[in-house]
């Protein structure tokens, strides 16, 4: 199976968005996806792009992508967060997200980071796997903390 990495182009962002939402679906919030296809292709094709985005095609098919962008570690300095990778459910396991994770991996040696990192559930235990096969630290002990538009606006209020 030929399966094609490359950089994602506007056009290609109402695929993207189908597989964002796959990805939501899989991870058990499926009313979770308020982006829209202008919201992406606004995001990541402007003067200032906020991210990047990989695909992966088969027989000039999306069926998958990994998107990321850079953020600033006061521990290493420069870093890249992956905030998704995915694969449609019928490809699994054939390679590709291993494909799109070892383009993400380049990119961010190309770009001269110091880290990559991103999130992955604790029931999610075939990417645990990978990741710990890859050389990847899972670190178990840390918590993301996340707040919402509508926690962030009482919080404002409330303060």
């Given at each position: 199976m030929d399966i094609k990495i490359r950089k994602a182009t506007k056009g290609d962002m109402g695929q993207v968005l189908e597989l964002v939402t796959e990805l939501a679906i899989f991870e058990k919030e499926p009313d979770a996806v308020a982006i829209t296809i202008e919201d992406l292709e606004k995001a990541g094709f402007s003067e200032n792009p906020e991210f990047t985005c990989f695909v992966a095609e088969i027989a000039s098919e999306i069926v998958g992508m990994a998107l990321i962008y850079f953020r600033f570690s006061t521990w290493v300095g420069k870093t890249v967060h992956l905030e998704d990778l995915v694969v449609k459910d019928k490809m699994r396991g054939k390679g590709v997200g291993e494909a799109l994770y070892t383009r993400v991996m380049r990119y961010a040696q190309d770009q001269g980071v110091k880290r990559v990192n991103w999130v992955v559930l604790g029931w999610n235990e075939g990417a645990i796997r990978f990741?710990?096969?890859?050389?990847?630290?899972v670190m178990k002990d840390w918590?993301?903390?996340e707040m919402d538009e509508k926690g962030i606006k009482n919080y404002i209020e409330n303060t």
């Open positions: 990741y710990e096969r890859s050389g990847a630290n918590w993301q903390v």
